[in-house]
């Protein structure tokens, strides 16, 4: 199969390489045995395979990790893991040994579940093939935490100098989700972990990057999470940080210039009342308000104007 094949089958998700149910077959010893890459699952002994070199992902949820070992116990592993032949050391050894390429949580999961075999996979692969592999599958999966897809997306560009668009179009994203999860790397270390443990999440990690330097972001990121802000409020924060004069007054109503006759008038008027009379004109149309604080200041409102209280 060509190599282009291969990639354009891993774009459509790993299920597409691998068969949903794993057939009955015989049990691989703890020797050394010739495995054929047939594509049929194996059940491969736990103790026989290594844990993946290439894998991104740094953290493990040990409740559904508890979760998925009782239902493995229960029913078995459903969807076997992918291997390739050889151990991951460099002694005699390893070449009766298997390298995990997909599947770590199934692996972890069977060994706490009491598991002695697990069905397998076996592909005959290189390093980068292996690699690939690994971090495609990783970015698949929607438990990866943002740090974790970050450095995965950057494995890919560094790697194998994949583009942006080319990394969108393997794993089903858009590159505008790629190029965000990239620039979450350029967050201080001490930020990426809060993002990491779940402290802050992708959007309060976007809201930071606004910041231009190592320390506001981390000063920032301390206060956001002391205060428990929303992402709505992180944003509103850092725009007030970055734009402080925007938040010390409005600015005050530009008052319109009033007319010498009309500003008159309206002296006249209340010199002539003692009360306080406000003229508002727009181009020969408008309204006088008279202002009056008790019955006697209305009293001579009604005086003034020809008429009696009475």
Known sequence: MSTSVKRSALGKGLESLLPSRPAVVPTVQAVAVEVPST???????????????????????????????????????????????????????????????????????????????????????????????????????????????????????????MTQEQMAERTGKDRASVANFLRLLKLPEAVQKMVEVGDLSFGHARALLALDTPESITAAAQKVLALNMSVRGTETYIQGLINPESKLKPEAKQVPVMDANVREAQDNLRRSLGLKVTIDDKNGKGKVVIEYSGIEDFDAILTALGQSAH
Do not use: W
Request: proline letters at 6%.
């Open 39 to 161: 594509g049929k699952p194996l059940e491969i002994p736990v103790e026989l395979i290594d844990r993946n070199p290439f894998q991104t992902r740094t953290h493990f949820d040990e409740v559904k990790i508890e979760e998925l070992a009782k239902s493995i116990a229960a029913s078995g592993v459903v969807q076997p893991i992918v291997v390739r032949k050889g151990g991951t050391g460099t002694t005699p050894e390893a070449a009766s040994r298997f390298t995990l390429i997909t599947g770590e949580r199934r692996l972890i999961a069977s060994k706490k579940a009491g598991k002695t075999t697990i069905p397998s996979i076996v592909r005959e692969v290189s390093n980068v093939q292996a690699m690939e592999m690994t971090i495609v599958e990783n970015l698949q999966r929607a438990d990866l935490n943002p740090i974790e897809q970050a450095h995965a997306y950057h494995r890919l560009s560094k790697d194998f100098h």
